[in-house]
């Protein structure tokens, strides 16, 4: 991972705590976490919080810092786990690439996890996490595709009557690709939670 000239001088850390509900809350992550910042001489840090299940793919918190990422505003992310930011395998391969495409380090303190000086043990421990999150994906792509090939070959028509046979054919080969609905919400232009309903209705039938 490279970084630039800016990065060595005073990096600019995101701090991400996340809690899964409103019974728990973020001081224990929290003091960890500015302990650690304190140790390494990290003073320019943001915090990030969010209350949501692991599991949950909107997160408010999160969408928010990874626009800053996306926009160059941040060098390092800082979470006290790697659980804590990826609900998935699938997702962590996601939010891995995203970091070094934007040259962004991850630092996880409690599982030894810092990318923010070259740690070759940090990158191959993360390399590896990548490589069996991609396969999962891949697994997961190729189910769909049977899947849906199955489902054809039966006959059974995919979508509901009040939706155009292309949309909903559209829908299922996206889906086949591994996309996500929110990012087949956004390359056809159509509302996040007809995506997410036609996706139920086309795995029901499959």
Same mark, same amino acid.
């Given at each position: 991972?490279? /970084?630039?000239?800016?990065?060595?001088?005073?990096?600019?850390?995101?701090?991400?705590?996340?809690? $899964?509900?409103?019974?728990?809350?973020?001081?224990?992550?929290?003091?960890?976490?500015?302990?650690?910042?304190?140790?390494?001489?990290?003073?320019?840090?943001?915090?990030?919080?969010? !209350? #949501?299940?692991?599991?949950?793919?909107?997160?408010?918190?999160? %969408?928010?810092?990874?626009?800053?990422?996306?926009?160059?505003?941040?060098?390092?992310?800082?979470?006290?786990?790697?659980?804590?930011?990826?609900? &998935?395998? &699938? +997702?962590?391969?996601?939010?891995?690439?995203?970091?070094?495409? %934007?040259?962004?380090?991850?630092?996880?303190?409690?599982?030894?996890?810092?990318?923010?000086?070259? %740690?070759?043990?940090? +990158?191959?421990?993360? %390399? *590896?996490?990548?490589?069996?999150?991609? /396969?999962?994906?891949?697994? !997961?792509?190729?189910?769909?595709? $049977?899947?849906?090939?199955?489902?054809?070959?039966?006959?059974?028509?995919?979508?509901?009557?009040?939706?155009?046979?292309?949309?909903?054919?559209?829908?299922?080969?996206?889906?086949?690709?591994?996309? &996500? #609905?929110?990012?087949? $919400?956004?390359?056809?232009?159509?509302?996040?939670?007809?995506?997410?309903?036609? *996706?139920?209705?086309?795995?029901?039938? !499959?």
């Amino acid at each position: 991972m490279i /970084f630039s000239d800016s990065f060595f001088m005073e990096p600019k850390v995101a701090a991400y705590l996340r809690v $899964s509900t409103d019974n728990q809350v973020h001081d224990s992550q929290e003091a960890e976490l500015r302990d650690y910042c304190a140790r390494r001489g990290w003073a320019n840090v943001q915090w990030w919080r969010d !209350i #949501a299940s692991g599991s949950r793919q909107d997160r408010q918190g999160l %969408n928010d810092l990874m626009q800053k990422v996306r926009r160059g505003k941040v060098d390092i992310i800082l979470a006290y786990k790697l659980d804590r930011v990826a609900r &998935s395998l &699938s +997702h962590l391969a996601q939010f891995i690439a995203e970091l070094q495409v %934007n040259r962004v380090a991850l630092v996880c303190p409690s599982q030894g996890i810092d990318t923010s000086n070259g %740690n070759p043990a940090a +990158h191959l421990q993360l %390399n *590896i996490l990548g490589a069996v999150a991609q /396969f999962e994906r891949e697994l !997961i792509t190729e189910r769909v595709r $049977s899947g849906i090939t199955a489902a054809k070959a039966r006959g059974v028509i995919l979508g509901r009557p009040s939706k155009s046979d292309k949309r909903t054919r559209q829908i299922a080969e996206l889906v086949a690709e591994g996309l &996500s #609905a929110r990012a087949i $919400s956004a390359s056809l232009k159509i509302p996040y939670s007809t995506v997410t309903e036609l *996706i139920r209705e086309i795995r029901a039938k !499959i």
